[in-house]
DNA sequence: CCGCATCCGAATGGATACTG
DNA sequence: CAGTATCCATTCGGATGCGG
């Protein structure tokens, strides 16, 4: 680590330790893969890091050359920090321990939080790229205060904060959303269980569910599929109250405040 | 982590984090992704690493179920520690940030150790699948003591550590290696520089060069090959003496002690 | 020699308060 | 808003001890 003094390995796993593998670090990346932010952005997306703690990592990774530091423009004058292209080249790993811990979150602990960085992530982590092909859909992911949206066209995957310009399919959900994504609910459980509610064809809350998986790729296919297929009626059961399994906590900030 | 309490958010990487984000704890896994280990092993292939320290992770890793206890058999009755599938499960994770931190590793610090463990997962590391395809050809991979040997067949690769039965190239080499698989020398200019040296055909190294590569793929292709292609005689420079850019320092164990 | 457990000083992480 | 300064609780690192 930068502090505490190297593993003395020559290996690159230990180098990358050294470098993001400080407690924090790998979280701060986490949240500047979705964009810039502020030293207060930050903060805010990760209420339990002290403010000497963050001052430290920014210092460190900015050192490291992961981040860098940039005086935005006009209005403000402050300072954002943002991930260099070396701090990018993270996503991959990012996305391959993202994996390697959803499989292992469980239930919401008390006081987790949920922000929109965490879930950017999240879809972009349990993206399914094969099971993406088919038509271009727009998803619009409502948890609370946090919201944003996902497109995917082609094997491709695009997600960012905030609400869609046109959704294909809204979904209202809480935390139990996590059920859904690990196949351990179907579709059409879920909606009838109050774990989401949907503005749009719940057809395309199955392709959600398959192209969003958290755990191996979805069995031999065919088995869970047959008595789900269609939920009821494919039009509206939109606006549904807020999901009994509701959002726990959240923490969320549009793009721009 | 384990120890000082959760990052508080409701998240695929935070959980992962606090599984194995703890000092010490991936470089376990790491090793321990090779195969099984005793505790003086692990102790002996990281060799910063406090008793205590290694007593804790360990124990912390099997509350968490990446890692088990296994009772030897007969001879010796002792314990070796082996990942769970949970456990394996962190390959990917170990390979993407060790890919990373590879593009970083620059040459190795004063007191730096290279084990076979940190070799094995090296070479699995930067093993390019698509660069790979061709005939069948075994490595045998010698860093002081520390030796192993790596199998391309198809688009498989098997690294293990110990000689091979049948190498159809024996690599002997230093640290400086990391300058052939970076791209930043050819394989005849480690040859002729005295970083590596060969027994067996010089255009095997070529293609070592180009499966085993840290950094992107290699560029357009048929640029810094032209000067290179063929060294000299196919045939054999073999048991050139131990290479300029010698091992630093090494720590090594054969499979069994 | 293996497999830890214990002890201790030093360095971090955490919570809170405070300033440009 | 954007950090810096303080102070305390833990953990880490290193050395040692010790039963099997």
Redo the contacts with the bound molecule.
């Keep these: 680590?930068a502090?505490?003094?190297g593993y003395g390995q020559y290996c690159g796993l230990a180098r990358a330790l050294e470098t993001i593998g400080?407690?924090?670090a790998l979280l701060l990346v986490r949240d500047l893969l979705v964009g810039p932010r502020?030293?207060?952005?930050l903060a805010r997306g990760l209420p339990?890091?002290?403010?000497?703690?963050?001052?430290?990592r920014?210092?460190e990774l900015e050192e490291a050359g992961v981040i860098e530091?940039r005086l935005l423009p006009r209005p403000?004058g402050?300072?954002?920090?943002a991930l260099t292209d070396r701090g990018r080249a993270l996503e991959d790993a990012v996305i391959a321990l993202g994996r390697w811990g959803a499989e292992a979150l469980g239930d919401p602990g008390e006081g987790e939080v949920i922000t929109v960085e965490s879930m950017t992530m999240a879809l972009r982590t349990t993206f399914d790229r094969a099971a993406a092909r088919g038509p271009r859909a727009v998803f619009e992911l409502r948890m609370g205060e946090v919201i944003l949206h996902a497109t995917i066209a082609g094997a491709r995957l695009e997600v960012a904060p905030g609400p869609a310009e046109a959704a294909d399919l809204v979904i209202h959900a809480g935390p139990g959303l996590r059920r859904l994504m690990a196949g351990e609910l179907t579709p059409a459980a879920a909606i009838e269980g109050g774990v989401v509610a949907i503005e749009g064809d719940p057809r395309l809350l199955e392709r959600f569910a398959e192209v969003f998986r958290i755990g191996p790729p979805r069995a031999p296919r065919g088995q869970p599929k047959a008595e789900v297929t269609r939920g009821r009626s494919a039009a509206a059961r939109a606006t549904a109250s807020t999901p009994g399994d509701g959002p726990r906590r959240t923490r969320g900030r549009s793009s721009r405040?």
């Design positions: 680590m502090a505490r003094g400080e407690r924090w502020r030293f207060t952005d339990r890091i002290p403010s000497n703690v963050l001052s430290t920014l210092r530091r403000t402050s300072v954002v920090y405040g």
